[in-house]
């Protein structure tokens, strides 16, 4: 069955960078895009970004300015989010989540993982 | 992007029906049959329900069904059961292309 774990998260203090990763089994990881979503404590869910199975294509939320990277490991069903000039507002709990496109458009999350917590902090 | 609208909550007793509006703009919504709905149970990671406006994933109950008029989307959950009790998140694909979510809605099983 389908499971994604993440890993990565604490806390950091505000301007410094963090990379969190989602480790992929189940599934035949390079044929599927994968998408980042978080949801700051007690708040709805915010979307993040997105890449392509090949990893050709990424997306990103509006609100991320650029500061956030998304990308993957194939040869390690890995997929990585990493976060840069971090500040208070990013605290959240980080889902990886699978879709069921590769390249075409990715729209759906239709497994998740349980999340890792970012807090950020002085 | 702004966030889709819907409702902070929605009540109802067992066994009757409730019917949950996200409501978006012609770049998202009424644009693309690219809806989705997720549930999310307190300290649990959410659960899709709802995808490609009103189709239902394998193993998901009959109880869920979703529908699209305009630039409004709707999840009506029928037969109201206990377990339902959670935070329902709709999502939409956007000319940007990009996804966003609306803000959730609480439902509770009075």
């Known amino acids: 069955q389908v499971q994604l774990v993440e890993s990565g998260g604490g806390v950091v203090q505000p301007g410094r960078s963090l990379r969190v990763s989602c480790a992929a089994s189940?599934?035949?990881?390079?044929?599927?895009?994968m998408h980042w979503v978080r949801q700051a404590p007690g708040k709805g869910l915010e979307w993040v970004a997105v890449?392509?199975?090949?990893?050709?294509?990424?997306f990103y939320g509006d609100s991320l300015m650029g500061r956030f990277t998304i990308s993957r490991d194939n040869s390690k069903n890995t997929l990585y989010l990493q976060m840069s000039s971090l500040r208070v507002e990013d605290t959240a709990v980080y889902y990886c989540?699978?879709?069921?496109?590769?390249?075409?458009?990715?729209?759906?999350?239709?497994?998740w993982g349980q999340g890792t917590l970012v807090t950020v902090s002085s | 992007q702004s966030a889709l609208t819907q409702p902070a909550s929605v009540s109802g007793s067992p066994g009757q029906s409730i019917t949950i509006s996200c409501t978006g703009t012609?770049?998202?919504?009424?644009?693309?049959?690219?809806v989705s709905w997720y549930q999310q149970h307190p300290g649990t990671a959410p659960k899709l329900i709802i995808y490609?406006?009103?189709w239902r994933p394998s193993g998901v109950s009959d109880r869920f069904s979703g529908s699209k008029s305009d630039n409004t989307a709707f999840l009506t959950v029928s037969g109201l059961q206990a377990d339902d009790e959670a935070d329902y998140y709709c999502?939409?694909?956007?000319?940007?292309?990009?996804?966003?979510f609306g803000g959730g809605t609480k439902v509770t099983v009075l």
């Open positions: 189940g599934f035949i990881f390079s044929n599927y895009g």
């Open positions: 890449i392509s199975s090949n990893g050709n294509k990424k």
């Open positions: 999502a939409s694909y956007t000319k940007s292309k990009k996804l966003v």
């Open positions: 012609d770049s998202d919504i009424r644009a693309y049959n690219y």
């Open positions: 490609d406006v009103s």
């Open positions: 989540a699978k879709d069921p496109a590769g390249d075409t458009t990715m729209v759906i999350a239709d497994h």
